[in-house]
Nanobody, 120 residues
Framework: VQLQASGGGSVQAGESLRLSCVPS????????MGWYRQAPGNQRELVAH???????NYADSVKGRFTISRDNAENSIYLQMDSLKSEDTAVYYC???????????????WGQGTLVTVSS
């Protein structure tokens, strides 16, 4: 299973983007889902997490500007990014903890990343 992320692009500071991520095929179970990002020369960092019940956690740098959401029926996850800043420029990766089929061990799945570029 691959997570397929989309929605990245190039925008001006202050504009918005919405990222989406879906698995390449239906999974048996998905628990926690999240978005991470990695800027050039930096380590990958957490942007936001969301549990299956909808509890969320955000990095301090994006609180009040980004909103994470999910659709459990579609196994999908979204990241609404508003008031974008140049420091938000990075490759954004989606992540899911789950199982591909009944009886499998839970593991982490990652997307290929989608590039967000914010110009000031």
């Amino acid at each position: 299973v691959q997570l397929q992320a989309s929605g990245g692009g190039s925008v001006q500071a202050g504009e918005s983007l919405r990222l989406s991520c879906v698995p390449s095929k239906r999974m048996f179970y998905i628990g926690r889902m999240g978005w991470y990002r990695q800027a050039p020369g930096n380590q990958r960092e957490l942007v936001a997490h969301i549990t299956r019940r909808g509890n969320t956690n955000y990095a301090d740098s994006v609180k009040g500007r980004f909103t994470i959401s999910r659709d459990n029926a579609e196994n999908s996850i979204y990241l609404q990014m508003d008031s974008l800043k140049s420091e938000d420029t990075a490759v954004y990766y989606c992540n899911a903890a789950g199982t591909e089929y009944y009886g499998a061990s839970e593991r982490d799945y990652w997307g290929q990343g989608t590039l967000v570029t914010v110009s000031s």
